[in-house]
């Protein structure tokens, strides 16, 4: 039985711009996904938060003494949350990216500030999770920035 998220890779070398500025993974078993995707791509681990009964993130880099890029997380304690990536793209505006969501009949979850500062929105517009951050701010400790933001909504500029 699988208890994770789906992934999949390639061996392209293309460069991504994307705007991704933040992984999310969560799964059942956040322990076997650690070691797992460590060994499989080289990641190494950061910090570790303990978040209570919804056990802890585990924060990952995706080289030794690099920033984190990610964290793993548990489902338990979170009724109805399947394992899934998620995935953060900056936006040169947050509060404009949520405004053009809802005005094509998006929902929005947000945004919300987060205890480093950086906020953060979610939006279901076609059936997927998507969540946007403010250009600039990254991960749970905000030390990524410079990405290349996502146009959210250009078709209406």
């Known amino acids: 039985m699988v208890s994770g998220a789906i992934v999949a890779v390639t061996d392209s070398s293309a460069e991504s711009f994307a705007g991704v500025v933040w992984h999310q993974l969560t799964t059942r078993d956040p322990d076997a996904a ?3 995707d460590s060994a499989l791509f080289d990641w190494s681990f950061t910090e570790k938060v303990d978040l209570g009964q919804l056990r802890h993130h585990q ?8 920033s ?5 997380s548990d489902v338990e304690g979170r009724p109805g949350v399947q394992p899934h990536w998620l995935f953060f793209f900056s936006v040169p505006s947050l ?3 949520v405004d053009r969501v809802r005005r094509h009949g998006g929902i929005v979850i947000g945004p919300i500030e987060l205890p480093n500062g950086v906020r953060v929105a979610a939006w279901d517009d076609a059936g997927s999770g998507v969540r946007p951050r403010r250009a ?4 749970a400790t905000g030390e990524r920035s410079g990405q290349t933001p996502l146009r959210v909504g250009s078709r209406d500029r």
Do not use: K, T
Not at 68 to 72: E, F, R
Not at 136 to 139: D, V, Y
């Open 59 to 66: 924060g990952f880099a995706f080289g030794a003494g690099e």
């Open 136 to 139: 600039g701010g990254c991960g």
């Open 68 to 72: 984190s890029s990610g964290l793993i």
């Open 34 to 36: 650690a070691m797992n």
């Open 95 to 97: 509060d404009v990216a």
